[in-house]
């Protein structure tokens, strides 16, 4: 396999079409017999996060042009790294890459501690996006590494957290975080990813990532001592007792799931001891649809009603406050920060 291929009804990251093709490492297939892929990426230091924002600001440009027709830049002029075609590196069964990147080997070994390893595939079906590396755990964990006094000695919970980045990046600050979505196999690398980065996660020993099932369309956690990303009645406890903060990254694409997400988020945060911030971000996806003739934002749009709901309920027990964050923190990681990446903040209280 010396790229990826593509089917009519495959999904593929940005993400992964902008990383440099050395950083694309095959490991295995998944049970599903889906390629998975190790990609690293490194935590930029103060220096290089100003060069970031500035070339990304330079040059995305507008959308729109002077007619108001979409503009869509299909490879700007200065990228971050070069956008090439990808060609996955493949590792052989001894774990050891077929190519010899020596310069790649040397900048790991530089800065090890800053350098995050994520398994994940590349050009999945839409029911299988969470195996991606989406802009939107970049954003957030950008803002996570941005505020770490936030966050400190918090217990977090991430809702849809797919390959577990944000996670893995909030487990540096925080004493607990619950890494939660749905699907043995997604689960599984997720909880491979976290094993990955223990060398991140590990500077104070009570902190830990619990890799857990929580399906939102379920009335309840999945408390079966048999499951193995099953929830224990202690951690049932533990979350409702001391979780003060809730995350997602780009987990609204489909109208019936983001019902269920907010649905969810309701539920546990009416349930927590304390009051509690959430933190939502979201790519707004420009496209062009029949039913509108005209570009739209169907899934953001659907995401905005529900802040909107949130906020306008009195149902005399809770009460949400809805805000945006402005984006203007610095960017930690490689990525195209477009003016359509957003961050929401949800405050949720007992009344």
Same mark, same amino acid.
């Given at each position: 396999m010396d790229q990826v291929a593509f089917r009519s009804d495959t999904v593929l990251s940005d993400v992964h079409l902008l990383l440099p093709n050395a950083r694309h490492l095959m490991a295995r297939l998944n049970s599903v017999g889906q390629p998975v892929f190790v990609s690293k990426f490194r935590i930029l230091r103060? +220096?290089?996060?100003?060069?970031?924002? $500035?070339?990304?600001?330079? =040059?995305?440009?507008?959308?729109? #042009?002077?007619?108001?027709?979409?503009?869509?830049?299909?490879?700007?002029?200065?990228?971050?790294?070069?956008?090439e075609k990808i060609h996955p590196v493949i590792?052989?069964?001894?774990? +050891?890459?077929?190519?010899?990147?020596? $310069?790649?080997?040397?900048? =790991?070994?530089?800065?090890?501690? #800053?350098?995050?390893?994520?398994?994940?595939?590349?050009?999945?079906?839409?029911?299988?996006?969470?195996?991606?590396?989406?802009?939107?755990?970049?954003?957030?964990?950008?803002?996570?590494?941005?505020?770490?006094?936030?966050?400190?000695?918090a217990t977090v919970l991430e809702l849809g957290a797919g390959t577990g980045l944000a996670s893995i990046i909030m487990a540096r600050v925080a004493k607990k975080v619950y890494c939660t979505d749905v699907g043995e196999d997604l689960l599984s690398m997720c909880q491979r990813n976290v094993a990955l980065n223990s060398h991140y996660t590990e500077p104070a020993a009570e902190r830990g990532v619990k890799v857990r099932q929580l399906d939102w369309t379920a009335d309840d956690f999945l408390t079966d001592a048999d499951a193995e990303f099953g929830w224990s009645e202690e951690e049932v406890a533990d979350l409702h007792d001391n979780t003060t903060f809730v995350i997602a990254a780009d987990v609204c694409y489909d109208d019936d799931l983001t019902d269920a997400l907010f649905q969810t988020l309701y539920r546990i945060t009416s349930n927590l001891r304390s009051p509690s911030t959430a933190y939502f971000s979201i790519e707004k996806r420009l496209n062009f649809t029949l039913r509108h003739m005209?570009?739209?934002?169907?899934?953001?749009?659907?995401?905005?009603?529900?802040?909107k709901q949130l906020a306008d309920m009195k149902d005399g027990k809770m009460k949400f406050t809805v805000e945006p964050v402005p984006c203007s923190f610095p960017q930690s990681f490689q990525y195209e920060r477009v003016d359509q990446l957003e961050l929401w903040k949800v405050s949720a209280s007992a009344v």
């Open positions: 103060e +220096e290089e996060q100003v060069e970031v924002q $500035d070339s990304v600001k330079s =040059d995305l440009g507008v959308l729109l #042009d002077e007619d108001g027709d979409l503009v869509v830049t299909r490879k700007p002029n200065r990228m971050l790294c070069d956008r590792l052989s069964q001894a774990g +050891e890459a077929v190519s010899d990147e020596e $310069d790649d080997e040397a900048e =790991d070994k530089e800065c090890a501690k #800053d350098i995050i390893r994520i398994e994940h595939t590349m050009a999945t079906p839409l029911e299988d996006v969470g195996k991606q590396i989406w802009r939107g755990a970049f954003l957030l964990s950008d803002f996570i590494l941005s505020h770490p006094a936030v966050f400190q000695e005209d570009v739209s934002c169907e899934a953001y749009n659907h995401f905005r009603l529900c802040l």
